[in-house]
Nanobody
Framework: VQLQASGGGLVQAGGSLRLSCAAS????????MGWFRQAPGKEREFVAA????????SYAGSVPGRFTISRDNAKNTVYLQMNSLRPEDTAVYYC?????????????????WGQGTQVTVSS
């Protein structure tokens, strides 16, 4: 599975960004998809995940109500809509995929990773 993340950039606090992750190489609808982020000097942390059908989602404690994960299986793409961004959201954001239909939150549970996209939120 190849994953290509895009949509990062520089935004002011309170602003919004939408990240996209395009998948190829495997039937996308059979993959659970996740978003993670890693700030400088910190470990990679879970942000959100979505099941094959999109019927179930999971979010880290710091993002519910601000971030929304969604997927379009026809376009082989998963999205992360990020609103009300804060400086502490600054990180490289990675998309990840796994073939089990479980909303894993640990990075080690995901088999496939994209290259990451930088999100910088200025105060």
């Amino acid at each position: 599975v190849q994953l290509q993340a895009s949509g990062g950039g520089l935004v002011q606090a309170g602003g919004s960004l939408r990240l996209s992750c395009a998948a190829s190489g495997r039937t996308f609808s059979n993959l659970v998809m996740g978003w993670f982020r890693q700030a400088p000097g910190k470990e990679r942390e879970f942000v959100a995940a979505i099941t094959w059908s999109g019927s179930s989602t999971s979010y880290a404690g710091s993002v519910p109500g601000r971030f929304t994960i969604s997927r379009d299986n026809a376009k082989n793409t998963v999205y992360l809509q990020m609103n009300s961004l804060r400086p502490e959201d600054t990180a490289v954001y990675y998309c990840a995929a796994d073939t089990s239909d479980v909303l894993f939150i640990a990075p080690n549970d995901y088999d496939y990773w994209g290259q990451g996209t930088q999100v910088t939120v200025s105060s």
